[in-house]
């Protein structure tokens, strides 16, 4: 856990505008799909801001065991992730079980990375300062609940749990028309805009001339 110094002024203020956006029933809500999402034997963390910042960055499972073979933990955020792949397929294959602050901060932005891979879009990517020093755990929960739409709309089999925690995201519609479609398409449209046979210039006065008034 990184330790971070008082704030003061209008820092203070910016923080604290920052933690009023941390919403408590959706912590809940993520809670509940991560312990589903993974299985095994993972510890519920009790409610709050800070004990959800410090079981995502420390809660780990030591009963897992590496595709690649090697045995070690395995935080629960990098577990996220590569839950929702085929078995084989993960994307981070191995993260070495350490207190060492930067090393840490790489299964982070591990995480950030696959989860961007995965679909969840830029934007919706929280910076690894903001999960790491608590600088703004919304961001972590807007990623999150990124990641849970993500997965639903795939509907790929991996997702695991309540499907109404997470909405579908929008996804557009491609029509195909045949070539016979697309050439009464043409005829239509010119009938629509009239048609020219015929039409001459007869009786038109050239720009700039005088009109004759029969």
């Known amino acids: 856990m990184a330790n971070r110094g008082p704030s003061y002024g209008l820092s203070r203020e910016v923080q604290e505008k920052i933690e009023q956006k941390y919403d408590t029933d959706l912590e809940q809500r993520l809670v509940d799909w991560i312990v589903a999402q993974c299985g095994g034997n993972i510890e519920r963390p009790q409610s709050g801001r800070e004990n959800f910042q410090k079981w995502l960055m420390d809660g780990t499972d030591p009963q897992l065991f590496f595709s690649c073979g090697q045995c070690g933990q395995l935080d629960i955020l990098c577990r996220l992730i590569n839950s929702l792949y085929p078995r084989g397929k993960e994307p981070i294959k191995k993260i070495p079980d350490t207190q060492m602050a930067f090393k840490q901060m790489e299964k982070i932005s591990q995480f950030l990375q696959a989860a961007e891979a995965y ?27 990124a990641l849970g739409s993500v997965a639903v709309t795939k509907d790929d089999g991996h997702y695991r749990g309540d499907r109404d925690w997470f909405h579908r995201k929008a996804q557009g519609y491609r029509r195909e028309f045949s070539q016979e479609q697309l050439r009464q398409g043409e005829s239509l449209i010119g009938l629509q805009m009239g048609s020219n046979r015929g039409a001459s210039q007869s009786g038109m006065t050239g720009y700039g001339m005088h009109r004759q008034i029969m």
């Open 119 to 145: 679909g969840v879009t830029t934007t919706d990517i929280f910076q690894t300062v903001d999960l790491w020093e608590g600088k703004d755990m919304s961001a972590v929960q807007r990623t999150l609940m």
